[in-house]
């Protein structure tokens, strides 16, 4: 069993360094420092997942390994950073420290859902390296069980997520709210895979759901609750991370299908793949030629389209590009009026604009 004192020990140096002062935030190494410590939480957490699991049975230590993998594996810990900056912004401490354990959780969460996500879709890669369901399909020479093995995987990140989520420290008349939301989070996201599964037509609506509940709603809130804060602040950082979280789905839905896989980490774009995304949902409603019709089908759910077929596509996606960038931009200032109107002090309104940058600008 994981040695409990051994992990709070541990932790707690983690979060007690004073990597910087009051008034004297530097967002750029802040950030950095934030994913170099949640970092240094997860490598630990996974060394004494594999020690433990080995106890259990001789094939458990190839489920932690596999997550592991996926989870060290890149990843921008936005998270992490959305969970940070909200808690200082409802008046925690600008170290951090005590959100450490909620980031690294849901990154967890978000390795559990993008195994699950990575075997519905039949990816076979996912941040430069092999999707989970199918590094077991390599190894063992069986699809199935390749697949039955990466849905355990992404079970078992799950349950770590909730394994470092309930060590967090709370204030403890907010426990029960944080719990709760933790829940939520993950219904939503449930909710708006199944959206996607559909191809439902309100893309907005899936998004939020689906993206924005546990990129940033939801570790914005769970900053809050941390922080103590009080209803006022709630309320703002909602209606900061709520426009935020769509925002920065729709970006990806732009740099998903107009970009190269080396720039969104994914094993081909969302026409190849036949993604329901806001682009194509935007091309959908602009009544276009059949010429653009003919150009777009060709590509849309055939991974073997050729590149040549697929820059045709992009041009007839012209102006679904437009009306995609159009609503990115408003719900960019959406975020950024509801941070002028809110009651935290001016850094943290630089820090929560800032941030509105790094999630929704395209060149970031």
Request: glycine share 8%; aromatic share 6%; hydrophobic share 40%.
């Amino acid at each position: 069993m994981l040695a409990r004192q051994g992990w709070a020990v541990y932790v707690a140096r983690n979060r007690d360094t004073p990597t910087v002062a009051q008034g004297q935030i530097n967002l750029e190494s802040w950030m950095a420092d934030i994913r170099q410590r949640v970092d240094a939480i997860l490598s630990r957490f996974f060394e004494l997942k594999r020690e433990e699991s080995a106890g259990l049975s001789p094939y458990a230590v190839d489920l932690v390994t596999e997550v592991r993998d996926l989870t060290m594996r890149g990843g921008k810990r936005l998270r992490p950073i959305v969970t940070a900056v909200a808690y200082r912004a409802a008046g925690g401490d600008p170290d951090a420290g005590p959100t450490l354990e909620i980031g690294a959780s849901l990154e967890l969460l978000q390795s559990y859902l993008l195994i699950h996500d990575d075997w519905m879709d039949e990816d076979e890669e996912r941040r430069g390296g092999p999707a989970v369901h199918f590094a077991f399909t390599k190894k063992h020479g069986n699809a199935h069980l390749g697949a039955s093995l990466g849905v355990l995987a992404g079970d078992l990140a799950a349950t770590f997520g909730w394994e470092l989520f309930l060590r967090s420290e709370f204030p403890n008349d907010r426990r029960n709210e944080a719990l709760e939301l933790f829940v939520d989070i993950q219904k939503e996201v449930f909710a708006g895979q199944q959206l996607d599964l559909m191809a439902d037509q309100d893309v907005e609506r899936m998004h939020r759901l689906k993206t924005g509940s546990y990129t940033t709603r939801g570790p914005a809130e769970l900053g809050g609750l941390l922080a103590n804060a009080p209803e006022s602040a709630m309320e703002s950082l909602r209606g900061w991370s709520v426009p935020v979280g769509v925002a920065f789905q729709l970006r990806d839905d732009l740099l998903s299908t107009f970009s190269s896989a080396q720039q969104t980490g994914k094993p081909g774009d969302d026409l190849r793949h036949g993604k329901h995304n806001a682009v194509v949902a935007a091309f959908r409603t602009l009544s276009p030629g059949e010429r653009d019709c003919a150009a777009v089908e060709r590509v849309w759910g055939h991974p073997n389209a050729s590149d040549a077929d697929v820059e045709e596509a992009t041009r007839a996606l012209g102006g679904a590009k437009k009306r995609v960038e159009q609503r990115l931009a408003c719900l960019a200032d959406e975020a950024r009026a509801a941070l002028a109107v809110s009651p935290f002090d001016d850094e943290a309104k630089q820090m929560l604009a800032e941030v509105t940058r790094l999630l929704t600008d395209r060149g970031s």
